[in-house]
């Protein structure tokens, strides 16, 4: 596992740097030498994947949250996670904690490469705890929705005995799966983790048929909450998941309306929506992430929407983009 003064760390400091997030006071001491290294960030983030379902050259969803410096929890496995993953050159040996918002490939597509990745940069056993969504069954007639598996169905799929890539089970350490699914009757917020000064909460989410979860990280005093994809009929439990906390990470992928297709707004949040709720959270910082086309032409107007309820600072993701929290 790359310390904080290694090459891969050196470069995070310098990311960091460039985006103003730390002063270029604390990337000279990461250079010049242990003696003078700088203490890690309690709480810091890394954008693998800021893209939306299209391939429109962003990854798909993806982060890394780091505590103390090492990554330790990774939250959505979005197609491309994995390219970034070795661009931004962090090691996967200590994450032991997956959360998953919901099942959609864009959201989960990359989840086996990275726990092989996993698997053989460790050393040793991997032992992942993972959280994510209960499952739904099929139903006809309109508006009935598609099947999905629970996160518990979905990883034995992938890989129990008989799972698509039962094969990485042995293939360099053994791998061990711990497995909650969180309910959609999970209307207040449930700690899932709660350890030396680490506490992870959720509710379930809405995001029209696909059982969903909104994540909150706190840790030494740090807080970030996750949206998913999620629908107004999923916005009061964000707004109760997400009180106080210091940056709220929203998937921003329609314009207000009319300006995106009809069926969208059935599956997510338009930009007055998500400054009305940061806004009655008390959050400090929003990330836009998820993002398509559409918002990047527009970002002027977004940001314009979004400004009228939430005053504070608004940033746009991108791949690889690095911030301490």
Request: net charge neutral; aromatic share 6%.
């Amino acid at each position: 596992m790359p310390s904080p003064l290694s090459s891969p760390g050196r470069r995070l400091l310098l990311q960091m740097t460039l985006a103003g997030l730390l002063p270029a006071a604390a990337h000279a001491q990461a250079v010049f030498g242990p003696s003078e290294a700088p203490v890690a960030p309690a709480l810091s983030l890394v954008v693998l994947g800021s893209g939306g379902p299209a391939a429109n050259g962003r990854a798909g969803a993806g982060y890394l949250l780091l505590l103390d410096g090492v990554p330790r929890i990774l939250l959505d496995a979005g197609p491309g996670a994995f390219a970034r993953l070795g661009e931004a050159q962090l090691s996967l040996a200590r994450v032991d904690t997956v959360l998953l918002t919901h099942l959609h490939a864009d959201h989960a597509g990359g989840l086996p490469g990275l726990v092989k990745a996993r698997a053989v940069s460790g050393g040793g056993p991997a032992e992942f705890r993972v959280f994510g969504p209960g499952g739904r069954p099929a139903r006809k007639g309109p508006g009935g929705g598609a099947y999905f598996p629970s996160t518990r169905r979905f990883i034995d799929l992938l890989f129990g005995p008989q799972g698509a890539f039962a094969y990485l089970s042995q293939f360099s350490a053994p791998l061990h799966f711990s497995v909650r699914d969180v309910a959609a009757s999970t209307r207040e917020p449930l700690t899932l983790l709660s350890g030396p000064g680490l506490q992870i909460q959720a509710v379930a989410g809405h995001h029209r048929d696909a059982p969903s979860v909104i994540f909150r990280v706190d840790y030494q005093g740090h807080s970030i909450t996750f949206s998913g994809d999620i629908d107004p009929a999923g916005h009061e439990a964000l707004w109760r998941l997400a009180q106080g906390s210091q940056w709220l990470v929203f998937n921003s992928v329609v314009l207000d309306p009319p300006g995106s297709p009809e069926i969208l707004y059935s599956l997510h949040t338009a930009p007055r929506d998500i400054g009305r709720l940061a806004d009655q959270a008390g959050v400090g910082h929003l990330l836009l992430s998820h993002l398509n086309p559409s918002i990047e032409r527009h970002e002027p107007e977004v940001r314009a929407s979004i400004a009228e309820h939430f005053k504070g600072p608004v940033l746009m993701a991108r791949d690889g983009l690095a911030l301490t929290l």
